[in-house]
């Protein structure tokens, strides 16, 4: 267990669990019946790219990172492929089981993944292509319907703006790639509170989400754009993935306040986990 948890940053796995809430929520299919699968689906699918990116970045890692599960011996190569096996075949069975449309979006999203860490991730369309994960991840939950589509691009947003700036995890940042990923923050937090709500209520919840997300993960950023060493680089990634599950909170209470709040009880454990098991 504690090969599986290190080798696939299991706790970082909370972030994900509102994407296909929040899809869900936008195009009015609340997830239930076979639909319940769907925050399954992406969960292993999640798992699959950690376990998979550990196993691309094997020899990178045995320089930059000698701590990671590979090169430290916890885990052999062929173990971690094998783990990114069974987890994409479980990922994939319970969208399929989800429904058609559904499956579909989970083999898209399964492939996504796959081209990210395999052959996008070191080039110039790596945050783009880590931002297709995400926001396709919204869109499983919707089934693809149009009406979650904003929703899917503002997680693709900061999801984008936060690969951006990992790469400067271990060599530190330049202040324009801070910057950026500061203005994005900035920006999403606006789109997500502003978005159409179904009452003044709903408006109120979104807006206080929002300005948790924004004040978690601009906070680190602006510090790490004062110093943009490596460790206040790592500190503002580490901030924005965990600030997934705020943003997620706002874009789902512009609808359903009690889904929103189920959610909300998810960042204690984030907060905590998040100090035990690193999610970068």
Request: proline share 4%; glycine share 10%; hydrophobic share 50%.
């Amino acid at each position: 267990m504690r090969k599986l948890v290190a080798l696939t940053r299991a706790p970082a796995a909370l972030t994900v669990l509102g994407d296909t809430a929040v899809g869900a929520m936008a195009a009015g299919r609340p997830l239930r019946g076979r639909r319940v699968l769907l925050p399954v689906a992406s969960v292993a699918l999640y798992w699959t790219g950690m376990a998979l990116n550990d196993w691309a970045d094997r020899e990178l890692d045995a320089v930059e990172r000698p701590e990671r599960p590979i090169p430290s011996g916890l885990v052999s190569a062929d173990e971690a492929l094998g783990v990114a096996a069974v987890l994409l075949s479980c990922g994939l069975i319970a969208g399929a089981t989800a429904g058609r449309a559904e499956g579909r979006l989970a083999a898209a999203l399964a492939a996504a993944v796959i081209g990210y860490d395999t052959a996008f991730k070191g080039g110039a369309a790596g945050p783009a292509a880590m931002a297709a994960c995400r926001g396709l991840d919204v869109l499983l939950g919707a089934g693809g319907a149009r009406e979650s589509w904003p929703a899917a691009g503002v997680l693709a947003a900061h999801t984008c703006s936060v690969t951006a700036l990992s790469r400067g995890e271990v060599s530190g940042a330049d202040h324009r790639t801070v910057a950026a990923a500061l203005g994005t923050t900035a920006l999403t937090a606006a789109v997500a509170a502003a978005g159409d709500c179904a009452s003044s209520r709903h408006r109120i919840a979104a807006l206080g989400a929002s300005v948790l997300y924004a004040a978690q993960v601009g906070t680190a950023q602006l510090r790490a754009y004062r110093n943009p060493v490596a460790g206040n680089v790592r500190d503002a990634t580490r901030a924005g993935i965990h600030g997934m599950v705020p943003l997620q909170i706002a874009l789902i209470a512009r609808r359903d306040i009690r889904s929103a709040a189920l959610l909300a009880a998810v960042l204690p454990a984030v907060r905590y986990f998040g100090r035990k098991v690193s999610a970068t």
